[in-house]
Every structure is written in structure tokens, then in C-alpha cells.
T-cell receptor, first 114, second 114 residues
Framework: AQSVTQLDSQVPVFEEAPVELRCNYS??????LFWYVQYPNQGLQLLLK??????LVKGINGFEAEFNKSQTSFHLRKPSVHISDTAEYFC????????????FGSGTRLQVQP | DAGVIQSPRHEVTEMGQEVTLRCKPI?????LFWYRQTMMRGLELLIY????????DSGMPEDRFSAKMPNASFSTLKIQPSEPRDSAVYFC????????????FGEGSWLTVV
């Protein structure tokens, strides 16, 4: 079984400030890790994913995330946010066997204020 | 390129009525997923098909819910009879394969049962 914990349900931040959205996971097997973003009234779209190799992963819109196996974390960061980054962010995990679909965290609402 | 196409986008129905949600995955994708999103429970996987075969339906809430995938380009999620607690956004998503591949989401079907 696998699970994802997003520690913050809401993160308010001012425009141009840095932000970190936290994600921890648990799994009995090796996993792939993902971050998805959901803008209002839309479906989810992929920001970035970690499959293997370098633990620092860069995604779209200036976001990056770092896989930390010892801490079972995959935190998402952006050095300077924009108003347009206001959205819901979901961390997700899938096992490497492909027999299970993505398991999502509960989401973090990023609110960028001017 | 056409993404995942869902219909209807919005549905309001009376308790006890049958509801059918439809999905056309991205051409060439072998995996199809149905997710449900609510404020209380977040994103939940309902069922996952691979090559038109249900692989994991452990998330289907109860016998009132059924899903089919008669061919690679079409899937339905049916609720009969519907109840107010079924009100949610239902997302269909597809990927080349489950596991490491990016999952592409449709824009969702917003269901309200009154």
C-alpha cells in the first residue's frame, strides 16, 4: 500500500516570494513521484515527475522538486511566485510495478497575494 | 491534439435517477482511470483499466457504481440509482501505461444530485 501526505492544506504567499509545498509519502515498494497542478474549474496537469536519476527535478513554470529517499519526501519549490501560480497542487505516487494507479495527496492550495 | 474528452461537463439530476458519464481517452493510450474529487475526500481513484480490462476497481464505492470500457476509445461510468452524496467532480484520465507515464486528465464532469 502507498500513501501521500501533504502537510499544508493552504499556503498563502506574497508575489515574488519563494515557496515550498511539502509532500511526504510511504510505500512498501519503490515508487515514482509526481506533482500535478489544478487551476480553478479545470482538470489536473503535470508539473514534474521523478522516475530515476538526479534527485532534483525541474518542471514547467519554474517549479522544481527534490526527491529525498531517506526522508521519504518530495517537496515542491519555486524561487519567485506569480499571481498566476494560484492553484491547487497535488503530490502523487505510483508504484513501479504499474499495477496500481496514482495515489494523490489531499492537495495544497497556494494563494499568491499581490 | 485532442486531450481526454468527457461528457457531460455538467449534470444536475434528481435522486434515484441513473447517471452516465462518458470518456474518450487520448488515442493510443492503454490505461484509463476514473477519479472522483470532493472537498471532503479529495481525489479518489474509482477504477483503472489497462487495455480495456479493469485492473483495480477497489475504489468503486458500492454496487450502484459500474464502469465499462467496451473498446480502446470509450469508457462509461454509471451510477444507478444516484444519491445526493454522489455529488462530485468525476475525472477521466488516460496514459500510455500506468506507473511512470504522465496521466492526462479531462476537464471533469460536475455532477449534482438533488
Amino acid at each position: 500500500a502507498q500513501s501521500v501526505t501533504q502537510l499544508d492544506s493552504q499556503v498563502p504567499v506574497f508575489e515574488e516570494a519563494p515557496v515550498e509545498l511539502r509532500c511526504n509519502y510511504s510505500s512498501s515498494v519503490s515508487v515514482y513521484l509526481f506533482w500535478y497542478v489544478q487551476y480553478p474549474n479545470q482538470g489536473l496537469q503535470l508539473l514534474l515527475k521523478y522516475l530515476s536519476g538526479s534527485t532534483l527535478v525541474k518542471g514547467i513554470n519554474g517549479f522544481e522538486a527534490e526527491f529525498n529517499k531517506s526522508q521519504t519526501s518530495f517537496h515542491l519549490r519555486k524561487p519567485s511566485v506569480h499571481i498566476s501560480d494560484t492553484a491547487e497542487y497535488f503530490c502523487a505516487v505510483s508504484d513501479r510495478t504499474g499495477r496500481r494507479a496514482l495515489t494523490f495527496g489531499s492537495g495544497t492550495r497556494l494563494q499568491v497575494q499581490p | 491534439d485532442a486531450g481526454v474528452i468527457q461528457s457531460p461537463r455538467h449534470e444536475v439530476t434528481e435522486m434515484g435517477q441513473e447517471v452516465t458519464l462518458r470518456c474518450k481517452p487520448i488515442s493510443g493510450h492503454n490505461s484509463l482511470f476514473w477519479y472522483r474529487q470532493t472537498m471532503m475526500r479529495g481525489l479518489e481513484l474509482l477504477i483503472y483499466f489497462n487495455n480495456n480490462v479493469p485492473i483495480d476497481d477497489s475504489g468503486m464505492p458500492e454496487d450502484r457504481f459500474s464502469a465499462k470500457m467496451p473498446n480502446a476509445s470509450f469508457s462509461t461510468l454509471k451510477i444507478q440509482p444516484s444519491e445526493p452524496r454522489d455529488s462530485a467532480v468525476y475525472f477521466c484520465a488516460s496514459s500510455l501505461e500506468a506507473g511512470s507515464d504522465t496521466i492526462y486528465f479531462g476537464e471533469g464532469s460536475w455532477l449534482t444530485v438533488v
